[in-house]
């Protein structure tokens, strides 16, 4: 069960990311329609068809995501701990978390909902254009920005694996092991220590 919160703490937050859904997983979102059948076919072709900015807090068990989807922007707390999932977090000071925090909590005051339409033509159409709502890659672009990244892109034109490939190519991601391997190391340093 996902538990959605209204706002962000900065002051709790110490660190930032991004997760990016691999292509294994797929959207969990209903198709219907065409427009949605475009979407679901662009995802099917994509490495990463879905993204996410995660904050972390100090004890680093808790993580927050800023979900688009179309139910629109939320706050869900989260794990990944999906194999399809994976997280990195991103060299960022105080200033950064808190713009990027800001403008997350600012969205989840908007009316934007999410955009289909967006969603679907971006990676075949890229538009400079503001757009009436956000899709996942046009929102973490855009949070991104504030933190100082990928200023030099409009965010409406860039799909989950330019997003990928640009904070990449600047070695700006560092991956985060999952709780799985947290128990994994946890297990093995238990059987160690009984021997």
């Known amino acids: 069960m996902l538990l959605r919160m209204p706002s ?8 930032a990311g991004i997760a990016f859904l691999s292509q294994d997983e797929g959207s969990d979102d209903p198709v219907n329609g065409i427009v949605a059948r475009l979407v679901e076919y662009y995802q099917s072709r994509s490495r990463f ?17 800023v979900r688009v989807d179309t139910g629109g922007v939320y706050l ?8 399809a999932y994976k997280l990195f977090r991103l060299k960022l000071d105080a200033t950064q978390i808190s ?7 600012k969205c989840l005051q908007a009316d934007k909902t999410y955009d289909n339409f967006g969603a679907m033509i971006s990676p075949l159409w890229p538009r400079k254009a503001d ?4 899709w996942c890659s046009s ?6 920005q504030m933190a100082g990244f990928l200023t030099n892109r409009h965010a409406n034109s860039l799909s989950t694996e330019d997003i990928f490939d640009l904070l990449q190519a600047e070695n700006l991601l560092r991956s985060v092991p999952k709780p799985t391997d947290f128990k994994k190391l946890q297990d093995v340093t238990m059987r160690l220590t009984r021997n």
């Open 49 to 65: 068809p879905h993204c996410e900015i995660a904050f972390f807090y100090s004890d680093c068990t808790k993580i927050t995501a």
């Open 99 to 105: 713009a990027m925090c800001n403008f997350c909590n």
């Open 76 to 83: 869900i707390e989260r794990n990944f701990s999906a194999e």
């Open 8 to 15: 962000l703490r900065p002051a709790d937050i110490t660190g």
């Open 139 to 144: 929102f973490a672009a855009t949070a991104l």
């Open 131 to 134: 757009s009436p709502g956000w």
